[in-house]
Protein backbone atom coordinates (compact mmCIF):
# COMPACT_ATOMS: atom_id res chain seq x y z
CA UNK A 1 0.00 0.00 0.00
CA UNK A 2 1.95 3.55 -1.02
CA UNK A 3 -0.98 5.52 -2.70
CA UNK A 4 0.05 9.05 -1.62
CA UNK A 5 -1.99 11.19 0.53
CA UNK A 6 -3.12 14.23 -1.55
CA UNK A 7 -1.98 18.16 -0.91
CA UNK A 8 -5.77 18.06 -0.25
CA UNK A 9 -6.49 15.46 2.40
CA UNK A 10 -3.73 17.37 4.23
CA UNK A 11 -5.51 20.91 4.21
CA UNK A 12 -8.15 19.15 5.25
CA UNK A 13 -6.76 18.99 8.63
CA UNK A 14 -4.43 21.35 9.37
CA UNK A 15 -5.99 24.00 7.15
CA UNK A 16 -3.12 25.36 5.58
CA UNK A 17 0.16 23.75 4.86
CA UNK A 18 2.41 21.39 6.59
CA UNK A 19 6.05 21.98 6.47
CA UNK A 20 8.96 19.55 7.94
CA UNK A 21 8.27 16.91 10.36
CA UNK A 22 4.80 16.43 9.32
CA UNK A 23 5.10 15.72 5.60
CA UNK A 24 8.62 13.99 6.46
CA UNK A 25 6.31 11.01 7.72
CA UNK A 26 3.18 10.98 5.86
CA UNK A 27 3.63 7.12 4.78
CA UNK A 28 2.94 5.87 8.02
CA UNK A 29 -0.06 8.27 8.34
CA UNK A 30 -1.44 6.64 4.94
CA UNK A 31 -0.25 3.14 6.08
CA UNK A 32 -3.03 4.43 9.08
CA UNK A 33 -5.91 5.00 6.60
CA UNK A 34 -5.68 1.53 5.63
CA UNK A 35 -6.26 0.03 8.91
CA UNK A 36 -6.31 2.15 12.32
CA UNK A 37 -9.08 4.41 11.69
CA UNK A 38 -11.33 1.66 11.66
CA UNK A 39 -11.27 1.15 15.36
CA UNK A 40 -11.22 3.40 17.99
CA UNK A 41 -8.11 4.94 19.31
CA UNK A 42 -7.43 4.28 22.75
CA UNK A 43 -6.13 6.58 25.49
CA UNK A 44 -3.77 4.98 27.96
CA UNK A 45 -2.21 5.10 31.76
CA UNK A 46 1.36 6.82 31.35
CA UNK A 47 2.42 3.10 33.48
CA UNK A 48 1.51 1.42 30.45
CA UNK A 49 2.97 3.06 27.81
CA UNK A 50 6.26 1.51 26.36
CA UNK A 51 9.37 3.50 25.94
CA UNK A 52 8.69 3.26 21.78
CA UNK A 53 5.40 4.89 22.85
CA UNK A 54 6.31 7.22 24.98
CA UNK A 55 8.90 8.47 22.80
CA UNK A 56 6.33 8.28 20.08
CA UNK A 57 4.64 10.66 22.13
CA UNK A 58 7.11 13.21 23.06
CA UNK A 59 8.33 12.89 19.04
CA UNK A 60 4.55 14.04 18.11
CA UNK A 61 4.16 17.01 20.61
CA UNK A 62 7.32 18.65 19.53
CA UNK A 63 6.73 18.00 15.51
CA UNK A 64 3.75 20.29 16.18
CA UNK A 65 5.93 22.76 17.79
CA UNK A 66 7.74 23.10 14.47
CA UNK A 67 5.08 22.70 11.98
CA UNK A 68 3.61 26.05 10.50
CA UNK A 69 -0.16 26.92 8.43
CA UNK A 70 0.39 28.88 6.08
CA UNK A 71 -0.24 32.35 7.44
CA UNK A 72 0.91 31.81 10.70
CA UNK A 73 4.17 33.08 12.22
CA UNK A 74 3.52 30.46 15.18
CA UNK A 75 3.56 27.14 14.92
CA UNK A 76 0.42 24.44 15.25
CA UNK A 77 0.94 23.95 19.21
CA UNK A 78 1.98 28.00 19.89
CA UNK A 79 -1.71 28.82 18.25
CA UNK A 80 -3.14 25.65 20.64
CA UNK A 81 -1.89 27.08 23.66
CA UNK A 82 -2.71 30.67 22.21
CA UNK A 83 -6.63 29.15 22.91
CA UNK A 84 -6.00 28.85 25.94
CA UNK A 85 -4.41 32.04 26.57
CA UNK A 86 -7.27 34.15 25.35
CA UNK A 87 -9.94 32.29 26.92
CA UNK A 88 -8.94 34.74 29.58
CA UNK A 89 -9.05 37.87 26.87
CA UNK A 90 -13.48 37.17 27.35
CA UNK A 91 -13.15 38.56 30.69
CA UNK A 92 -14.42 42.04 31.02
CA UNK A 93 -10.98 44.00 31.41
CA UNK A 94 -10.09 42.87 27.80
CA UNK A 95 -12.83 44.57 26.58
CA UNK A 96 -14.25 40.85 24.58
CA UNK A 97 -17.19 41.74 22.19
CA UNK A 98 -20.23 38.84 20.96
CA UNK A 99 -22.62 36.79 22.91
CA UNK A 100 -19.63 35.21 24.85
CA UNK A 101 -18.28 38.21 26.18
CA UNK A 102 -17.84 38.82 30.05
CA UNK A 103 -17.06 34.74 31.16
CA UNK A 104 -14.81 32.40 30.22
CA UNK A 105 -15.28 29.88 27.61
CA UNK A 106 -13.19 27.04 29.07
CA UNK A 107 -13.12 27.88 32.95
CA UNK A 108 -14.78 27.46 35.82
CA UNK A 109 -18.19 27.34 34.37
CA UNK A 110 -20.11 24.04 32.49
CA UNK A 111 -18.26 24.05 29.29
CA UNK A 112 -15.05 23.49 31.03
CA UNK A 113 -15.40 19.73 30.01
CA UNK A 114 -16.56 19.80 26.64
CA UNK A 115 -13.98 22.75 25.93
CA UNK A 116 -11.34 20.89 27.06
CA UNK A 117 -12.75 17.99 25.63
CA UNK A 118 -12.81 19.50 22.05
CA UNK A 119 -9.09 20.94 22.67
CA UNK A 120 -7.01 17.58 23.43
CA UNK A 121 -8.99 16.04 20.82
CA UNK A 122 -7.45 18.49 18.72
CA UNK A 123 -4.44 18.63 19.84
CA UNK A 124 -4.58 14.49 19.29
CA UNK A 125 -5.47 15.14 15.42
CA UNK A 126 -2.26 17.00 14.88
CA UNK A 127 -0.50 14.56 16.67
CA UNK A 128 -1.91 11.77 14.60
CA UNK A 129 -0.53 13.84 11.69
CA UNK A 130 2.89 12.89 12.58
CA UNK A 131 2.27 9.44 13.70
CA UNK A 132 -1.21 7.96 13.53
CA UNK A 133 -0.40 5.58 16.32
CA UNK A 134 0.28 8.57 18.84
CA UNK A 135 -2.62 8.77 20.97
CA UNK A 136 -2.85 11.53 24.28
CA UNK A 137 -2.25 9.42 27.48
CA UNK A 138 -3.87 9.94 30.79
CA UNK A 139 -1.95 10.85 34.65
CA UNK A 140 -3.98 8.48 36.70
CA UNK A 141 -4.19 11.04 39.82
CA UNK A 142 -4.49 8.56 42.35
CA UNK A 143 -1.24 6.16 40.75
CA UNK A 144 1.50 7.04 44.00
CA UNK A 145 4.14 6.52 41.05
CA UNK A 146 2.98 8.34 38.26
CA UNK A 147 5.25 11.54 38.89
CA UNK A 148 7.91 9.33 38.94
CA UNK A 149 7.02 8.32 35.53
CA UNK A 150 6.50 11.11 33.93
CA UNK A 151 9.63 13.49 35.07
CA UNK A 152 11.96 11.13 33.47
CA UNK A 153 14.34 11.73 30.50
CA UNK A 154 12.60 9.24 28.23
CA UNK A 155 9.29 10.88 28.71
CA UNK A 156 8.59 14.71 30.18
CA UNK A 157 12.19 15.10 31.48
CA UNK A 158 13.04 16.22 35.29
CA UNK A 159 11.63 19.34 37.51
CA UNK A 160 13.17 22.62 37.02
CA UNK A 161 16.33 23.46 38.97
CA UNK A 162 17.90 26.78 40.04
CA UNK A 163 15.57 28.56 42.05
CA UNK A 164 15.53 27.85 46.11
CA UNK A 165 11.59 28.53 46.90
CA UNK A 166 11.86 29.23 50.99
CA UNK A 167 8.22 27.94 52.53
CA UNK A 168 8.04 28.97 56.06
CA UNK A 169 7.14 26.53 57.83
CA UNK A 170 8.15 24.00 55.37
CA UNK A 171 11.28 24.01 54.28
CA UNK A 172 13.55 24.65 50.72
CA UNK A 173 12.29 23.42 47.52
CA UNK A 174 13.58 23.47 44.35
CA UNK A 175 12.64 24.64 40.85
CA UNK A 176 13.01 26.71 38.23
CA UNK A 177 13.79 26.00 34.72
CA UNK A 178 13.71 22.95 32.60
CA UNK A 179 17.48 22.51 31.23
CA UNK A 180 17.43 18.51 30.39
CA UNK A 181 15.33 16.52 28.42
CA UNK A 182 13.23 16.73 25.76
CA UNK A 183 11.12 19.90 26.54
CA UNK A 184 14.60 22.01 27.58
CA UNK A 185 15.46 25.07 25.41
CA UNK A 186 18.44 23.54 24.47
CA UNK A 187 16.41 21.01 23.39
CA UNK A 188 14.37 23.32 21.21
CA UNK A 189 11.47 23.71 23.67
CA UNK A 190 11.05 27.11 22.77
CA UNK A 191 8.24 28.87 24.49
CA UNK A 192 6.86 31.76 22.54
CA UNK A 193 7.02 35.22 24.52
CA UNK A 194 4.23 36.70 23.88
CA UNK A 195 2.22 34.08 24.25
CA UNK A 196 3.48 32.71 27.59
CA UNK A 197 1.99 35.54 29.48
CA UNK A 198 1.63 35.55 33.39
CA UNK A 199 -1.76 35.33 34.62
CA UNK A 200 -0.87 37.47 37.92
CA UNK A 201 1.81 40.13 36.45
CA UNK A 202 -0.13 40.10 32.15
CA UNK A 203 3.71 40.19 31.86
CA UNK A 204 6.11 37.58 29.61
CA UNK A 205 7.10 34.48 31.38
CA UNK A 206 9.81 34.27 28.65
CA UNK A 207 10.74 31.31 26.74
CA UNK A 208 11.38 28.65 28.95
CA UNK A 209 9.38 25.91 30.22
CA UNK A 210 9.31 26.02 34.52
CA UNK A 211 9.10 23.41 36.82
CA UNK A 212 8.41 23.53 40.62
CA UNK A 213 7.25 20.48 41.65
CA UNK A 214 5.25 19.26 44.48
CA UNK A 215 6.20 22.93 46.70
CA UNK A 216 3.76 23.31 50.07
CA UNK A 217 1.00 23.76 49.73
CA UNK A 218 0.50 21.98 46.51
CA UNK A 219 2.27 19.15 47.49
CA UNK A 220 -0.27 16.87 48.39
CA UNK A 221 0.05 13.82 46.15
CA UNK A 222 -1.60 11.13 45.11
CA UNK A 223 -5.47 11.96 45.45
CA UNK A 224 -7.14 9.39 47.38
CA UNK A 225 -9.16 6.71 45.65
CA UNK A 226 -12.32 7.09 48.38
CA UNK A 227 -12.40 11.08 47.49
CA UNK A 228 -12.05 10.45 43.85
CA UNK A 229 -14.93 7.56 43.82
CA UNK A 230 -17.02 9.95 45.85
CA UNK A 231 -16.69 12.78 43.12
CA UNK A 232 -17.45 10.04 40.56
CA UNK A 233 -20.51 9.13 42.45
CA UNK A 234 -22.15 12.81 41.82
CA UNK A 235 -25.35 12.25 39.42
CA UNK A 236 -25.92 16.20 39.07
CA UNK A 237 -23.15 17.34 35.99
CA UNK A 238 -23.02 21.02 37.59
CA UNK A 239 -21.75 19.55 40.66
CA UNK A 240 -19.36 16.77 39.13
CA UNK A 241 -18.20 19.28 36.95
CA UNK A 242 -17.03 21.81 39.78
CA UNK A 243 -15.63 19.13 41.58
CA UNK A 244 -13.67 17.48 38.72
CA UNK A 245 -12.30 20.27 37.68
CA UNK A 246 -11.40 21.30 41.14
CA UNK A 247 -13.40 24.37 42.85
CA UNK A 248 -15.29 22.40 44.71
CA UNK A 249 -15.06 19.70 47.66
CA UNK A 250 -17.46 17.42 48.08
CA UNK A 251 -18.44 15.97 51.23
CA UNK A 252 -19.85 12.26 52.11
CA UNK A 253 -23.51 13.54 51.41
CA UNK A 254 -22.53 15.34 48.54
CA UNK A 255 -22.72 19.04 49.79
CA UNK A 256 -19.99 21.28 48.16
CA UNK A 257 -17.77 23.79 49.96
CA UNK A 258 -15.23 25.80 47.67
CA UNK A 259 -11.93 24.43 48.06
CA UNK A 260 -9.14 23.60 45.87
CA UNK A 261 -8.87 20.05 44.37
CA UNK A 262 -8.08 17.31 41.88
CA UNK A 263 -7.52 19.09 38.37
CA UNK A 264 -6.95 22.31 39.60
CA UNK A 265 -4.55 21.19 42.42
CA UNK A 266 -3.12 18.50 40.17
CA UNK A 267 -1.43 21.94 37.82
CA UNK A 268 -0.25 23.07 41.17
CA UNK A 269 1.61 19.76 42.25
CA UNK A 270 3.71 20.51 39.02
CA UNK A 271 3.69 24.44 38.68
CA UNK A 272 3.78 25.72 42.41
CA UNK A 273 3.04 28.69 43.77
CA UNK A 274 4.00 31.40 46.52
CA UNK A 275 1.04 31.66 48.83
CA UNK A 276 0.44 34.16 51.55
CA UNK A 277 -1.06 31.94 54.16
CA UNK A 278 0.66 28.28 53.76
CA UNK A 279 -2.57 27.28 55.87
CA UNK A 280 -5.20 29.13 53.83
CA UNK A 281 -6.91 26.82 50.70
CA UNK A 282 -3.82 26.97 48.48
CA UNK A 283 -6.24 28.55 45.30
CA UNK A 284 -5.78 32.10 42.91
CA UNK A 285 -6.64 34.29 46.33
CA UNK A 286 -4.33 33.23 48.11
CA UNK A 287 -1.34 33.18 45.76
CA UNK A 288 1.47 36.09 45.42
CA UNK A 289 3.24 34.37 42.72
CA UNK A 290 2.71 31.59 40.27
CA UNK A 291 6.02 29.57 40.08
CA UNK A 292 5.88 27.12 37.54
CA UNK A 293 4.18 26.94 34.19
CA UNK A 294 1.66 23.93 34.53
CA UNK A 295 0.02 26.48 37.39
CA UNK A 296 -0.48 29.57 35.28
CA UNK A 297 -3.77 29.42 34.32
CA UNK A 298 -3.73 31.00 30.80
CA UNK A 299 -0.28 29.40 28.86
CA UNK A 300 -0.26 25.74 31.12
CA UNK A 301 -0.83 24.10 27.69
CA UNK A 302 3.26 24.71 27.64
CA UNK A 303 3.84 22.21 30.36
CA UNK A 304 3.38 18.85 27.91
CA UNK A 305 2.08 17.06 31.48
CA UNK A 306 -0.98 19.62 30.66
CA UNK A 307 -2.56 16.96 27.89
CA UNK A 308 -1.87 14.16 30.44
CA UNK A 309 -3.58 15.68 33.04
CA UNK A 310 -6.30 16.84 30.88
CA UNK A 311 -6.51 13.47 28.89
CA UNK A 312 -7.28 12.01 32.77
CA UNK A 313 -10.21 14.74 33.56
CA UNK A 314 -11.32 13.85 30.59
CA UNK A 315 -10.92 10.22 31.40
CA UNK A 316 -12.95 10.85 34.91
CA UNK A 317 -15.75 12.74 32.52
CA UNK A 318 -16.20 9.44 30.32
CA UNK A 319 -16.11 7.07 32.73
CA UNK A 320 -18.73 9.53 34.96
CA UNK A 321 -20.73 9.44 31.44
CA UNK A 322 -20.71 5.42 31.03
CA UNK A 323 -22.15 5.14 34.57
CA UNK A 324 -25.02 5.91 33.91
CA UNK A 325 -24.99 10.05 32.63
CA UNK A 326 -24.09 9.66 29.51
CA UNK A 327 -26.22 12.38 26.83
CA UNK A 328 -27.96 15.34 26.51
CA UNK A 329 -29.88 14.76 30.16
CA UNK A 330 -26.22 14.67 31.82
CA UNK A 331 -25.58 18.31 30.75
CA UNK A 332 -27.21 21.67 31.23
CA UNK A 333 -29.48 22.80 28.47
CA UNK A 334 -30.18 26.29 29.26
CA UNK A 335 -29.28 28.82 32.29
CA UNK A 336 -25.81 29.17 31.77
CA UNK A 337 -23.74 31.63 30.52
CA UNK A 338 -23.14 32.01 26.60
CA UNK A 339 -21.45 29.14 25.23
CA UNK A 340 -21.88 27.12 28.20
CA UNK A 341 -25.70 25.67 27.06
CA UNK A 342 -25.71 22.47 25.43
CA UNK A 343 -26.20 23.75 22.18
CA UNK A 344 -23.96 27.19 21.92
CA UNK A 345 -21.16 27.35 19.85
CA UNK A 346 -18.20 27.43 22.30
CA UNK A 347 -15.66 29.71 21.07
CA UNK A 348 -13.34 29.67 19.25
CA UNK A 349 -15.24 27.18 17.59
CA UNK A 350 -18.23 29.74 17.12
CA UNK A 351 -18.16 31.01 13.48
CA UNK A 352 -16.76 34.46 14.72
CA UNK A 353 -19.58 35.14 16.95
CA UNK A 354 -17.22 36.18 19.86
CA UNK A 355 -14.05 37.73 19.97
CA UNK A 356 -11.67 37.83 23.40
CA UNK A 357 -9.95 41.34 24.08
CA UNK A 358 -5.94 41.08 23.88
CA UNK A 359 -4.64 39.49 27.09
CA UNK A 360 -1.35 40.70 28.20
CA UNK A 361 0.41 43.09 26.67
CA UNK A 362 1.89 41.40 24.12
CA UNK A 363 0.23 40.44 20.29
CA UNK A 364 -1.63 37.20 22.13
CA UNK A 365 -4.58 37.97 20.26
CA UNK A 366 -3.56 38.49 16.82
CA UNK A 367 -1.32 35.25 17.13
CA UNK A 368 -4.77 33.18 17.53
CA UNK A 369 -5.39 30.48 14.79
CA UNK A 370 -8.63 31.56 12.07
CA UNK A 371 -11.20 28.54 12.00
CA UNK A 372 -13.41 28.36 9.12
CA UNK A 373 -17.14 29.64 9.55
CA UNK A 374 -18.37 26.48 9.29
CA UNK A 375 -16.18 24.97 12.08
CA UNK A 376 -18.85 25.27 15.15
CA UNK A 377 -18.80 22.98 18.00
CA UNK A 378 -21.37 22.95 20.70
CA UNK A 379 -20.98 20.83 24.11
CA UNK A 380 -24.02 18.81 22.45
CA UNK A 381 -21.60 17.55 19.70
CA UNK A 382 -18.45 16.06 22.35
CA UNK A 383 -20.61 14.60 24.60
CA UNK A 384 -20.72 11.00 23.07
CA UNK A 385 -16.61 10.93 22.98
CA UNK A 386 -16.83 7.34 20.98
CA UNK A 387 -18.23 9.47 18.33
CA UNK A 388 -14.58 11.25 18.00
CA UNK A 389 -12.62 8.35 17.39
CA UNK A 390 -11.32 7.43 21.17
CA UNK A 391 -11.82 5.87 23.73
CA UNK A 392 -9.72 4.89 27.20
CA UNK A 393 -8.38 1.96 28.21
CA UNK A 394 -10.36 2.00 31.28
CA UNK A 395 -13.47 1.49 29.54
CA UNK A 396 -12.78 -1.61 27.40
CA UNK A 397 -13.37 -5.18 28.93
CA UNK A 398 -10.34 -7.78 28.93
CA UNK A 399 -12.10 -9.24 25.76
CA UNK A 400 -11.62 -6.11 23.72
CA UNK A 401 -14.77 -5.13 23.77
CA UNK A 402 -16.08 -1.31 24.90
CA UNK A 403 -18.53 -0.41 27.01
CA UNK A 404 -22.43 -0.33 26.08
CA UNK A 405 -23.09 3.04 27.16
CA UNK A 406 -26.90 3.41 28.50
CA UNK A 407 -28.50 4.38 24.88
CA UNK A 408 -27.50 0.56 24.19
CA UNK A 409 -24.94 1.43 21.60
CA UNK A 410 -22.29 -1.12 21.46
CA UNK A 411 -19.90 1.49 19.26
CA UNK A 412 -16.46 -0.33 19.42
CA UNK A 413 -16.44 0.14 15.22
CA UNK A 414 -16.41 2.23 12.67
CA UNK A 415 -20.31 0.52 11.98
CA UNK A 416 -21.81 2.88 14.63
CA UNK A 417 -23.77 5.09 12.15
CA UNK A 418 -23.16 8.10 14.12
CA UNK A 419 -19.29 7.39 13.54
CA UNK A 420 -17.60 10.73 12.23
CA UNK A 421 -14.21 9.92 11.06
CA UNK A 422 -11.26 12.01 12.66
CA UNK A 423 -10.29 13.51 9.55
CA UNK A 424 -13.52 14.98 8.99
CA UNK A 425 -12.90 17.31 12.24
CA UNK A 426 -9.65 18.99 11.83
CA UNK A 427 -7.07 22.03 13.44
CA UNK A 428 -8.76 24.23 10.91
CA UNK A 429 -5.85 26.90 10.84
CU1 LIG B 1 -6.14 22.10 33.28
Known sequence: ??????????????????????VATLPSYVKAQGYFRKKLAVRKNIQSLTSHEKAAFVNAIKATKNTFTQGSTVSVYDQIVDLHVEAMGFMSEFKPTGPAAGFSPAHDLPAFLPWHRELVYRLEQALQLVDPTVTIPYWDWTDPKALDVMFQDDFLGPNGEGVTIEVPGKGFFQG?????????????????AGINIDNLTLESRGTSLTRFIK????????????????????????TFRAAL?????????????????????????IGGASVKDINATPSPDNWTKILGTMNNITSSPYEPAFWLNHS??????????????MGSEFYPASGQPY????????????????????????????LLPHFDPNDIVTPADVLDFRKLGYTYDTLIHSDGSHWQNNSGRHDGSSK???????TQRYLGM
Do not use: C
Open 1 to 22: MSHKLSRRQILKITGGFVTGVA
Open 176 to 192: GPVISGPFSEANGWVLN
Open 215 to 238: VPPLDEYPVSEEYLNRVLGLDDYL
Open 245 to 269: EGWVSVDEKGNSTPDWKLHNYMHGV
Open 312 to 325: NVDRLWAEWQDNGH
Open 339 to 366: GHNLNDPMWPWDGGQSIPGNFGQGNALS
Open 416 to 422: NPDYVPP
